[in-house]
């Protein structure tokens, strides 16, 4: 008797589109409650929008979303933009990013080798990381391996980790877990940032695998 096939088996059949994954990972600890988690939540759904207008992007492009406060919670697997509905979040509790951030890049893992498994092409994968807080309330030996896996990645090409500080971030903690630069963001501009993310998405996926991509202006945030 066969084995039934796997989800991914089918969905890989149905759409054999190279991927462009991107994780969401994001900061919903006590002190984003309030105005910062209502635009945090508007800014997803401008993303789904600006997404879904561009038909090849919208079956290229894969989000998934992380949260992290006093635990980590994967939101949203995988799926790619025409599938995604964004979840309205909360803010409370403490700020676990250490503990998000190798959680994210597990699942890129995981997702490039089914990838691999499916014939399916990928392009590089993206990590996006939005915080106004540091590491709060985990050991630093797990904030020290997630900074390490990340600079590794980076020099690897296997994955791109972008961080966001939003008002009240400690920049310079940012700077030291990730490789390049975090950006300020301007206010509360998620909806101009998440409108910049769509538009670099929908460049990458438009390229060849392993193309150079010049991304939009950042006139949502300052390095």
């Given at each position: 008797?066969s084995?039934?096939?796997?989800?991914e088996?089918i969905?890989?059949a149905?759409n054999?589109?190279?991927?462009?994954?991107?994780?969401?990972l994001?900061?919903?600890s006590g002190?984003?409650s309030?105005?910062?988690?209502?635009?945090?939540?508007?800014?997803l759904?401008?993303?789904?929008?600006?997404?879904?207008e561009d038909?090849l992007?919208?079956?290229?492009?894969?989000?998934?979303?992380?949260?992290?406060?006093?635990?980590?919670?994967?939101?949203?697997d995988f799926?790619?933009?025409?599938?995604?509905?964004?979840?309205?979040?909360s803010?409370g509790?403490?700020t676990?990013?250490?503990?998000?951030?190798?959680?994210?890049?597990?699942?890129?893992q995981?997702?490039?080798t089914?990838y691999?498994?499916?014939?399916?092409?990928?392009?590089?994968?993206?990590?996006?990381?939005?915080?106004?807080?540091e590491?709060?309330?985990?050991?630093?030996?797990i904030i020290?391996?997630?900074s390490q896996r990340?600079k590794?990645e980076?020099?690897?090409?296997?994955?791109?980790?972008?961080?966001?500080g939003?008002e009240?971030?400690?920049?310079?903690?940012?700077?030291s877990i990730?490789?390049?630069a975090?950006?300020?963001?301007?206010?509360?501009?998620?909806?101009?940032?998440?409108?910049w993310l769509?538009?670099?998405?929908?460049?990458?996926?438009?390229s060849?695998?392993?193309?150079?991509?010049d991304?939009?202006?950042?006139?949502?945030?300052?390095?």
């Amino acid at each position: 008797m066969s084995e039934e096939p796997k989800l991914e088996e089918i969905e890989f059949a149905e759409n054999p589109e190279p991927r462009c994954p991107c994780v969401l990972l994001l900061d919903t600890s006590g002190s984003m409650s309030g105005s910062a988690i209502n635009a945090l939540n508007e800014g997803l759904q401008t993303f789904k929008n600006a997404l879904t207008e561009d038909g090849l992007a919208s079956r290229r492009v894969e989000i998934a979303i992380v949260t992290f406060d006093s635990k980590v919670n994967v939101v949203q697997d995988f799926v790619t933009a025409d599938q995604f509905e964004p979840t309205t979040l909360s803010a409370g509790g403490a700020t676990a990013m250490g503990t998000g951030i190798v959680t994210g890049l597990d699942m890129v893992q995981n997702r490039k080798t089914q990838y691999r498994e499916n014939g399916i092409t990928y392009y590089r994968p993206w990590i996006f990381m939005i915080t106004d807080g540091e590491p709060q309330g985990e050991a630093n030996d797990i904030i020290d391996q997630a900074s390490q896996r990340i600079k590794t990645e980076e020099e690897n090409k296997s994955a791109a980790f972008f961080a966001v500080g939003v008002e009240g971030a400690n920049m310079e903690k940012l700077q030291s877990i990730a490789a390049r630069a975090p950006v300020k963001l301007n206010g509360l501009n998620f909806g101009e940032m998440f409108v910049w993310l769509s538009a670099s998405m929908q460049r990458v996926s438009h390229s060849k695998v392993d193309e150079q991509v010049d991304l939009p202006p950042l006139g949502w945030g300052t390095v």
